[in-house]
């Protein structure tokens, strides 16, 4: 039986979403949980993909598989009562062992906010505070250029050796509510760093370390070392992830 | 020389705002960076009022005295450059001797926030998870009844063994947004527990437990066996201190 969970976490408490030996890991808590529920037996959580350390969901996905069939209401209740406060899973559903929460996803949302205006305390670990002045219109202006289909190796980690680096952008626009700017990125995937490249260039830009307009040329180049810095992760969240 | 600031923090971090032995405390945590600003003289540290366990602040005000004149920026710096990141100073400036940050104020707004939505792991520490069916309505049938001058003795912990209850409620009301249910009052001052104490009764109302429309019954008794239950800490901000 393969169960289909979508939940949310809070990224200032974990080491990353992947397991690790001896840290925190939101695979590892959810693991955890649902081993514990399968009689001790290791259950293997497939999520649709990973969030760095720091880095918030709002929506996350994953499958899993149990040989045992459990009511739905009853499963959510035991994985939240296994787990700790700064994670829960808000839905479960029984899918056909074809779907995958990776493969069988058709595109992602991710958010990235910054906070413009006096340090808040209070939103420490859930934004990203910025202390220079900026231009809307000019992140405006340069952010429109994401979208599209584009090799984004410039925006990749040097860590990620995936060969692939295109990825078909749909939407990437800013949202502006008093001090807070919300970055969205939709896309049929992300590479691992790429919004927090993407960010950082475009705050890069805005600094005038990176020439303005100059994101069609970046993305040309696939060179990383032509790209802006990376946005810190406590201002990422994965928002949802579409099917 | 007479300081006046206004800071922000994140209860969820303290022990409160008392200073109190071993424990790391609002008061504390200030008065330690100013004692050390202070060449390592103690500089003691008088607010507007104290907040409670897990109670955060969007505003709160305060004074102290320093012997020494310092620019108002370098202060600001050299205290949030002293203090935790869950603190922050965003206002210094200098006040006459007859100021003081509780007994100059004329009115201060609290306000508690409850999610009647799903768990939300990463607001847990800054609103209450309210699990339970709520009318709106009825909310808002009821909370008017704390409006005006009342002795508020049934709303008030018994550690405060002030004798004088009395207050001015300028304004209670609720609003809504999607799952979020806001509670805002406004009054000349407020006595320990009293918001959540009202919060709690509000929903000890509407569950049923307390009868509706009792609130003036209630205020009559000056009793505080006949209100209903201590909603918890993490719904209540101290929002503002009015001059």
Redesign the interface.
Known sequence: MRYFIKF???GSCFHGYQIQPNLRTVQGELEKALSYINGKNRVIVHASGRTDLGV?A?MQTATFDLDRNIPLYKLKMAI?SNIG????V?SVEIVSSEFHARFSSVSKEYNYYINIG?????N?N?VYQYNRPLDIEQLKRNIKYYIGKHDFRSFVSAEDIRENAIREMFDAHIEVDKNIIKFVFVADGFLKYQVRNMVGTLLSICEGKIEDLSIPKILELKDRTTAGRTAPGEGLYLERVNY
């Not at 406060?85 to 829960?88: A, E, L, R, S, Y």
């Not at 006096?118 to 209070?122: H, L, N, S």
């Open positions: 949310s976490y809070d918030h709002r939240n406060d700064d994670i829960h808000y006096e340090y808040d305390p209070i420490r859930y």
